[in-house]
């Protein structure tokens, strides 16, 4: 086998030692004089340990095994969600701290205006904006959390490039009119997804299972503390070999199987130099997958979902793990509580709570909660707005 296939698993040791030792397996090339990114999973405002965003002990071990291997030029960079502001991600996610200590600039990928990057074998995409430090970057490392997603199975290496687009660039990846003639049983973001890893693939990925995600990933399901740090050259065959610690079939993964293809590679295990070879029977941990009805969950809710992003659903179901006992004042005369959110959604009785700019565009006889997202906490703002309004 070459040495871009090789994928080393390290567990047991702490979120830095594992970093540190997973790496040490993998052939790097020489890193002088190139310009580096670390493209951290540092997206929302979570604090660490939440399985939401990297580990910062994850990020250090990274820089530092860079350094060791002469890496000079290292920034690390961000594009978080719409409403969140990078550097207090940073800061809450505790990256900055680590990068402070290290002399490492930190990034607002968004700063920048954004490189018009034409994506010539797109099938739905003509071209992607993408964020200006990371075109003039010589190599780049992403290093997601590991989750379940609730829209892509799974949140690792290469879906973690999403957050290399700039600002709405991301949003409009969910956005894209659907075709059958090109999508057949196919969602449109799988093939949106497949179609940015032709033009934006990361160098070196570093997959942080020190506490990764599970059920209702990417930001409001359930931590799942597991210990591993998974790394590879090969961002196809390092995302395998994660999502099969994690308990899922890579081959059932569409947008990591549609993106391999359009590169000419493979998600196949028998591809995989595996470092240790028995990494998988050592720490495999099923996850639990991200359920496919969210209205079951909570007793008297009804969810009307169509084609929303994870942004928007995520703060859906903070909304209503957080807040579950102020929407029983706002039952509809059938009983349940309902929200719609997404970009097709229709069909939902007078008085349901809009969730988002695009659910609000259709909003004829809702309650509009505006925003592209809007968080947790201003859905229940207007929820109570409504409230004392309907009291007076
Ligand atoms: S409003 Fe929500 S569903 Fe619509 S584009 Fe924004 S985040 Fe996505």
């Known amino acids: 086998m070459k040495s871009w296939q090789t994928v080393s698993v390290s567990g047991g040791l702490g979120a830095y030692e594992n970093t540190f030792e997973s790496l040490g397996r993998i052939s790097i090339p020489d890193l002088r004089e190139k310009k580096m990114l670390i493209k951290p999973n540092a997206g929302r405002m979570f604090k660490p340990g939440e399985g939401v965003t990297t580990d910062p002990q994850v990020v250090a071990g990274v820089i530092d095994f860079l350094r060791k291997r ?6 690390l960079g961000e594009s978080p969600i719409l409403g969140v502001k990078t ?3 940073l800061e809450i996610t505790g990256i900055a701290e680590v990068c402070r200590k290290r002399d490492i600039p930190l990034i607002d990928l968004d700063y920048e205006p954004p490189v018009v990057t034409p994506v010539k074998k797109g099938k739905l995409l003509r071209s992607l904006k993408i964020c200006r430090e990371v075109v003039n970057a010589d190599f780049i490392v992403s290093v997601p959390v590991m989750k379940t997603h609730m829209h892509t199975v799974v949140s690792l290496g290469i879906k973690n490039m999403k957050g290399c687009l700039r600002k709405k660039e991301k949003v409009r990846l969910h956005q894209i009119e659907r075709k059958e003639e090109i999508c057949g049983t196919n969602k449109t973001l799988d093939i949106a997804i497949a179609d940015m ?12 299972g020190t506490v990764g995600m599970e059920g209702f990933g990417p930001s409001s399901g359930d931590k799942k503390p597991f210990g591993v740090v998974v790394s590879g050259i090969d961002p196809f065959l390092t995302d395998a070999v994660s999502a099969t610690l994690m308990g ?10 549609l993106s391999a293809l359009r590169k000419k590679r493979t998600v196949r295990l028998e591809e995989v ?8 029977s050592r720490w495999k941990n099923p996850f ?4 496919q009805e969210i209205s079951c969950q909570y007793q008297h809710v009804v969810v009307h979902d169509h084609d929303s992003c994870s942004a928007c659903l995520s703060s859906v179901m903070l909304f209503l793990k957080r807040y579950q006992e102020a929407v029983k004042d706002y039952r509809l005369s059938d009983g349940c509580f309902h929200i719609a959110l997404g970009k ?3 069909n939902f ?3 349901t709570l809009l969730v988002g700019d695009c659910a609000v565009k259709h909003g004829c006889g809702g309650v509009p909660v505006k925003g592209c997202p809007p968080v947790a906490s201003h859905i229940l703002e207007v929820l109570n707005e409504k409230g004392k309004s309907s009291s007076n």
């Open 344 to 346: 097709d959604v229709n």
């Open 288 to 291: 639990e997958l991200p359920p």
């Open 248 to 257: 899922i079939d890579p081959e059932k993964i569409p947008h990591l199987v």
């Open 70 to 75: 002469g890496g000079e030029k290292i920034f």
């Open 87 to 89: 550097l207090e991600a």
């Open 349 to 351: 009785p007078e008085g």
């Open 197 to 208: 890893t032709t033009v934006l693939l990361p160098d070196l990925t570093v997959v942080d």
């Open 273 to 280: 130099n595996l470092i240790p070879f028995d990494a998988i």
